[in-house]
């Protein structure tokens, strides 16, 4: 079987916006700058296909720069269950009740005091509706 050309052609306006604004790759602040505001106008638009690739192409080349040199660190255990309880509007007393877990060991978990073990991620993925990965720093 043979292979068909992969080459697809794209509309103009992706073609004007690299004219405008190159797609290449972020070199320093100041570029980080301008190709955030870049993105964000054509955020503000109902984008054509050819618009759409262009954003996504550049949203790459931005992220491939902040990941580099702005790294965000894993958020800790402790950190992952204080927001789930907080968007969750649960308590520590609540939160005790429904995964079955002591109130103490969860006050030592959210102070660093202690890690929760495979069965507390399990109950606690549970109640959150959230995977157990969750709570596993990467």
Excluded: C, W
Aim: aromatic residues 6%; negative net charge.
């Amino acid at each position: 079987m043979a292979v068909k050309n992969a080459v697809r052609t794209l509309p103009d306006t992706y073609f004007e916006l690299v004219r405008q604004f190159p797609l290449t790759h972020v070199r320093d602040d100041d570029h980080l700058g301008i190709a955030q505001e870049k993105m964000d106008q054509l955020l503000q638009h109902d984008l054509d296909e050819g618009a759409r690739e262009y954003l996504d192409a550049l949203t790459d080349l931005v992220e491939t720069y902040e990941d580099h040199h702005y790294p965000i660190p894993d958020a800790s255990e402790a950190d992952v269950l204080r927001e789930l309880m907080r968007s969750n509007e649960l308590s520590q007393a609540k939160l005790a009740k429904k995964a079955a877990i002591a109130q103490s060991t969860l006050s030592a978990i959210l102070n660093g005091g202690r890690s929760l073990t495979k069965n507390q991620v399990v109950r606690l993925a549970k109640v959150f509706n959230v995977s157990p990965g969750a709570f596993l720093r990467a």
